[in-house]
RNA sequence: GUGGGAAUAGCUCAACUGGUAGAGCACCGGACUGUGGCUCCGACGGUUGCGGGUUCGAUUCCCGUUUCCCACCCCA
């Protein structure tokens, strides 16, 4: 049997019904905030993950899905790039140049043009062969020289044997098959980076502040465990701007906690806790990072396994260590909070005041540090008990220079991505009804041979005025319908029978009282509406 | 990637130190040719995840493998 492959899943109803429940309470929510919908591919260039995320970090390293696409080159850059590591030495990239051509010393060159690539390899000929070299780059012509020193190697599967005249003498061509570069393709681990990707690329400063959310597939090649698989979904949403819009504003880090608090509430997810620290700028960063690891060295070895990996490869974490006897020993480790300036202190301060100020409850947690590079001051995660070792449902914070380090224009930016199949998994366990499932109003139930069609009739029109309708099946036995109605949980059944259609009236029966009445076709909608 | 547990009918689970694989529910049919839920009767349903090994004999013991669950690593 083939089955969902290791770490995906069917979502079947009626959970499906709770998926909707919650991202069209998502959707309300965002927009009374002003927030609205973008829709990015779930696949980039590798390239932008391992620039935007961060190439240490294990997502990049060791948990994405990649894989290469070797259709073409992607564009001159990549392809230079590509030409240089295989061909060391080669020095020039572009348009054929007589200049070169006229060298002494044999150099290698390599051209592109278009879809088209091809190189010389070392050199050093006649202006005949020049010309002709000129002539066949500007015909755009595909051929293979070989010429004394002369060596013009044309890619193009196409191109069989070419015989080409060259100053009196017949050349000797040949083709070479060059394999263009595959370009790395990455099913998206995050959405972040694809948002401000599509920001840059399409000049979305113009527009100032952004407000952006996005519902959809993340993937990640981890080993799945409880509520984390492999295809996840996530609700993700971004502030991002110029400065002069506000989007480096305290107040953004405030809207967006608020609004976080208001969705849970609205939600029902009960006994949430927001956790709050500030992690500063990547330069502030650095310093407590070199901090903490002097600080660690003399007491490391005191510490449990993983801390002594840690103290080495990435001291932030030691923080989140929850080793009860490593406790003292972390008490006592440097703090970001002494390592804030006064710009991230104030702001950070700012963000707290707001949030007093409109009622929404939270904690500073100063062990709270990020695993994505990305991230400066804000960071947060709103956590919930009752989900075992997996307790954060979202988490998010502050991206002051990913926009600079994608090559895009400075757009400070804040955002949070939820972790939908938690989310969804904490409102089963805290006892979610599901009343999101509508079950249908009406099954019409056709009686003998060619009541299919008449029911077909009545199940449009009864639809139309809204009504969630079942139909049946005129080789069923009227015993069956019954069961199948009752079992879909339909309110009432429609008796469409050979005396019904004479008639002009049908027998209705109330599956939850038992009665049952014959009324005209004209009737039917509003005496089921009842 | 590491560790532990698990895998038997569509679902939930039995099967005594190793002796022919079973129940409840669901599904289908009948009792009941145009009236459901209740009741009764019947039928269907399996390479015991897969592959090796030990044994006269393996669902059971051993090894490998796959998948799931829990945790670790890590993390929105």
Known sequence: MIKAVRGTRDLLPPETALWNFVESTVRDVFRAYNFQEIRTPIFESTELFARGVGEETDIVSKEMYTWEDGTRAADFAVYKKWMTARFPGVKSFGEFDPDIARRETPVPIAHLRQERAYIVF????????????????????????????????????????????????????????????????????????????????????????????????????????????????????????????????????????????????RLGIKNWTLELNSVGSSAERAKFNEALRIALDPVKDQMCGDCQRRAVTNPLRVLDCKHPEDQPIIEKLPRISQFLDEDSRKHFDAVQQILRAVGVEFQINDRLVRGLDYYTRTAFEFTHGALGAQNAILGGGRYDGLSEALGGPAAPGIGFAIGEDRLVMSLQESAFAGGALRQPDLYVAPLGAGMNVEAARLARELRRHDLVVDLGDDTFRLKKSFEIAAKAGAKYILIVGENEVKAEAFALKNLITGEQISVPRAELARKIQE
């Open 122 to 265: 070392g050199y050093r000929t006649s202006e005949e062969v020049i010309e002709e070299l000129e002539r066949a780059v500007r015909l755009n012509e595909t051929k293979v020289l070989q010429f004394d020193e002369l060596r013009l190697v044309i890619a193009d599967p196409e191109m069989k044997d070419v015989g080409l005249q060259v100053g009196g003498m017949t050349v000797k061509t040949e083709i070479v098959s060059i394999d263009l570069p595959p370009q790395s393709l990455t099913l998206r681990p995050e959405a972040t980076a694809g948002i401000v990707r599509a920001y840059i690329e399409h000049n979305l400063e113009t527009r100032g502040l952004n407000k952006l959310y996005c519902i959809g597939p993340m993937f990640r090649r981890e080993r799945p465990q409880k509520g984390r698989y492999r295809q996840f979904y996530q609700i993700d949403a971004e502030i991002i701007g110029p400065a002069s819009a506000g989007s480096e504003s305290p107040a953004r880090d405030a809207e967006v906690l608020e609004m976080l608090a208001t969705l849970l509430d």
